[in-house]
């Protein structure tokens, strides 16, 4: 299957400060990846919709000015947490589309603690 | 408001017999639909989709069944093994007439436990 890596699996930081999260498609050309969010015991939520070479689509409730989108190439896409606070602790995984429109493939996720 | 939804957050089944979990969703426009298996530490993976059009989708030990006008879906795994004991997420979406992907709509997941 399609393999799809996420960077860094695990960070913590300290309150206002800013995190980049990375998501690359390794073996095959993503045009839309997305990016969801999972609080404890709720289910993956999505964010955005981030298409290469275009801006992303941010779902309702979901600040754009905190969540920095950037899919600058086919196999990149990047989320940035912008003045990261405790409330934005969460796990964040994007997902990757390749020829078959319909079905996604993740990342491993990351984890985010903000103190 | 939960649109997809799977009611039981885990299902004890003995190895060798077969495992059934359910998924019901409210929103009629979905037509696509998706069973992830998770692992600990680990991104979901893809496991059998299948399209409104059609009930029935296998794969190998695995089955998914639709019933549109129930709105519910269900993954039968037969015959079970210790390896299929991980957190199941059912997943829906709407298929873009125009081509282009759209974000799925997950459940909670349910936790398959598979006991010796």
């Known amino acids: 299957g399609a393999v799809v890596s996420q960077h860094p699996s695990w960070v913590i930081c300290k309150s206002g400060t800013s995190v980049k999260i990375e998501c690359r498609s390794l073996?095959?050309?993503?045009?839309?990846m997305f990016w969801y969010r999972q609080f404890p015991k709720q289910s993956l939520m999505l964010m955005a919709t981030s298409n290469e070479g275009s801006k992303a689509t941010y779902e309702q409730g979901v600040e754009k000015d905190k969540f920095l989108i950037n899919h600058a190439s086919l196999t990149l896409s990047t989320l940035t947490v912008t003045s990261a606070h405790p409330e934005d602790s969460s796990f964040y995984i994007c997902s990757a589309v390749g020829g078959d429109e319909n079905i996604q493939y993740f990342g491993a996720g990351t984890r985010l603690s903000v103190l | 408001d939960q649109q997809v939804k799977q009611n039981s957050p885990s299902l004890s089944v003995q190895e060798g017999r077969i495992s059934i979990l359910n998924c019901d969703y409210t929103n009629s426009m979905f037509d696509y639909f998706l069973w992830y298996k998770k692992y600990p530490a680990e991104g979901p993976t893809f496991l059998i989709s299948?399209?409104?059009?059609?009930d029935k989708n296998e794969d190998g030990r695995f089955t998914v069944f639709l019933n549109k006008s129930a709105k519910h879906l269900s993954l039968h795994i037969v015959p079970s093994q210790p390896g299929d004991s991980a957190v199941y997420f059912c997943a829906a979406c709407l298929v873009r007439g125009g081509g282009g992907a759209d974000g799925l709509t997950f459940g909670k997941g349910t936790h398959l436990i598979i006991q010796p």
């Open positions: 073996d095959f050309q993503a045009t839309t």
């Open positions: 299948i399209s409104s059009i059609k």
